[in-house]
């Protein structure tokens, strides 16, 4: 089993929509909770990360975390196209140097 | 500031030939790491280093090779390339950002990527 669990997708929206992304994980170890957004042939770039259970919120994007129930959530607000890409959620310990990564969740936002 | 480069860009090899990926960083981050991208198979780390001079392994080193000899340079080497190398390279340096009772968390700023294709 691996330590984080992300649907791959793709997952197909049209635009306006709310959209919702999760992973779940199995190392209770892990405070620090990371999404990642990659655009297509392009690297990864942190959008939001949080090490608190509940919901943080950065404009049209709001990262939530339940540590009892092991699972985290990214949800979009009035999806735009451009918000088009893979999402990566990301983890790790207290000091950890390495981040554990879910596969990554490819995302399309339809006009 | 140009952040995390990678050279190249793009490579087309021979079974068994060998070669060196190049990636530099230029905000004096301590951490630095090699991933692949596969598809399906989401970021897997080769190796990384924590500082000059010191490397360690991740999840996927066989058939890889690293040095930081210079703190702004990780550089990855393949020296037999194999079919099942063809992927996506991706290098990443970390940097600090504030965490739990005083201690930061480590995340990771990453290059452009480095398509490798091995025929």
């Known amino acids: 089993q691996k330590e984080v669990e992300q649907d791959p997708g793709p997952l197909s929206v049209p635009e306006g929509a709310i959209v919702s992304l999760n992973c779940t994980y199995s190392?209770?170890?892990?405070?620090?909770f990371m999404w990642y957004r990659q655009y297509s042939r392009k690297g990864p770039e942190l959008l939001m990360y949080?090490?608190?259970?509940g919901n943080k919120e950065d404009g049209r994007f709001t990262a939530q975390v339940d540590k009892s129930s092991k699972y985290i959530s990214l949800f979009i607000r009035d999806s735009q196209p451009s918000d088009s890409a893979t999402y990566l959620c990301?983890?790790?310990?207290?000091?950890?140097?390495?981040?554990?990564f879910g596969q990554g969740t490819r995302l399309t936002i339809n006009p | 500031n140009a952040g995390v480069t990678q050279t190249p860009k793009f490579r087309v090899l021979k079974t068994g030939q060998s070669m060196t990926l190049l990636c530099a960083q230029d905000?004096?981050?301590?951490?630095m790491y090699w991933y692949r991208q596969d598809p399906g198979m989401g970021l897997r780390l080769i190796h990384y280093?924590?500082?000059?001079?010191?490397?360690a392994k991740g999840e996927v080193p066989d058939g890889y090779n690293v040095s930081r000899l210079k703190k702004q340079n990780f550089l990855l080497g393949l020296e037999s390339a194999a079919p099942s190398q063809t992927s996506v390279y991706f290098c990443?340096?970390?940097?600090?950002?504030?965490?739990?009772?005083?201690?930061?968390?480590?995340?990771?700023?990453f290059g452009p990527g480095t398509r490798l294709l091995v025929l």
């Open positions: 990443a340096s970390s940097y600090t950002l504030p965490g739990l009772a005083g201690v930061g968390v480590e995340t990771q700023y």
């Open positions: 990301a983890m790790s310990g207290l000091g950890a140097q390495k981040l554990v």
């Open positions: 905000m004096n981050h301590e951490y």
């Open positions: 280093s924590v500082g000059e001079g010191t490397t």
């Open positions: 949080t090490y608190s259970s």
């Open positions: 190392n209770s170890a892990f405070q620090y």
